[in-house]
């Protein structure tokens, strides 16, 4: 750890602005769109106002810069899974981490452990109350929720450490191939356990090279290495 701190100039790669929005959108496989209104915030158009402002939901690393930490990469994954399965507002949205925020007293309370354990059911309750969601809907969210919080590693302290993208559907076996991890390849997707990027196969997927001829080359199994391209084919 501390060698890895180093590495970084002292700071935590978890909190480095390492991404950038387009990025994100790609590795998370969400709208771009809904990326930048997450991360950025959104003005729109009203009757009476003729623009008006959405604040950010998420606190990112680099505001001026436009880019996100490996903690961001992790919010915006758990608030994936409200967006894809539920067509949540981003202003409820944005009141119900807000109330996360000031219960946790935290600035990123979606990527916090808390949110592993009763977050998720003071989230779901808080959206619940926004958007009179019935009693099955926000069982059916709650479940959502713990199939991504699921993907996410964690360290003693409770600190995310590593993610597992899904490379098909959250409803797949768990079978954890592709990792984003902010301490291996400057956290670009890769080969769990290998430190291969999965970005590098699919280049030479597309160049022509088999799934069988990478796996000799690099010593790993076929399935391995399809899992890499089906990731990078369905990100892009």
Same mark, same amino acid.
């Given at each position: 750890?501390?060698?890895?701190?180093?590495?970084?100039?002292?700071?935590?790669?978890?909190?480095? $602005?390492?991404?950038?929005?387009?990025?994100?959108?790609?590795?998370?496989?969400v709208p771009q769109a809904t990326v930048r209104?997450?991360?950025?915030?959104? *003005?729109? *158009?009203?009757?009476?106002?003729?623009?008006?402002?959405?604040?950010?939901?998420?606190?990112?690393?680099?505001?001026?810069?436009?880019?996100?930490?490996?903690?961001?990469?992790?919010?915006?994954?758990?608030?994936?899974?409200?967006?894809?399965?539920?067509?949540?507002?981003?202003?409820?949205?944005?009141?119900?981490?807000?109330?996360?925020?000031?219960?946790?007293?935290? +600035?990123?309370?979606?990527? =916090?452990?808390? %949110?592993?354990?009763?977050?998720?059911?003071?989230?779901?309750? +808080?959206?619940?109350?926004?958007?009179?969601?019935? =009693?099955?809907?926000? %069982?059916?969210?709650?479940?959502?929720?713990?199939?991504?919080? &699921?993907?996410?590693?964690? &360290?003693?302290?409770?600190?995310?450490?590593?993610?597992? $993208?899904?490379?098909?559907?959250?409803?797949?076996?768990?079978?954890r191939t592709v990792v984003i991890d902010p301490?291996?390849?400057?956290?670009?997707?890769?080969? @769990?356990?290998?430190?291969?990027?999965?970005?590098?196969?699919?280049?030479?997927?597309?160049?022509? =090279? *088999? $799934?069988?001829?990478?796996?000799?080359?690099?010593?790993? *199994? $076929?399935?391995?290495?399809?899992?890499?391209?089906?990731?990078? @084919?369905?990100?892009?």
């Amino acid at each position: 750890m501390t060698r890895a701190l180093n590495i970084y100039g002292g700071r935590d790669p978890v909190e480095l $602005p390492a991404y950038s929005i387009p990025e994100v959108a790609r590795f998370i496989r969400v709208p771009q769109a809904t990326v930048r209104s997450w991360a950025l915030g959104r *003005s729109y *158009s009203t009757l009476r106002e003729s623009q008006k402002l959405f604040e950010p939901v998420i606190r990112i690393a680099d505001a001026t810069g436009r880019s996100l930490s490996f903690r961001n990469l992790v919010e915006l994954h758990v608030l994936s899974a409200i967006r894809r399965d539920h067509g949540v507002r981003l202003g409820e949205v944005r009141k119900a981490v807000d109330y996360l925020r000031r219960r946790f007293k935290s +600035r990123h309370p979606l990527a =916090d452990e808390e %949110m592993q354990t009763n977050g998720t059911n003071l989230f779901v309750e +808080r959206y619940g109350e926004l958007v009179d969601a019935s =009693d099955q809907g926000q %069982m059916a969210m709650k479940v959502c929720l713990s199939s991504y919080l &699921d993907r996410i590693e964690r &360290d003693a302290r409770g600190a995310a450490i590593r993610l597992y $993208p899904f490379t098909t559907s959250r409803e797949e076996p768990d079978r954890r191939t592709v990792v984003i991890d902010p301490r291996v390849q400057f956290g670009r997707p890769c080969l @769990s356990g290998t430190g291969m990027p999965t970005g590098v196969i699919a280049e030479r997927f597309l160049a022509g =090279d *088999s $799934p069988k001829e990478i796996a000799q080359d690099i010593g790993l *199994s $076929p399935d391995a290495i399809e899992e890499a391209i089906r990731y990078e @084919s369905r990100a892009a």
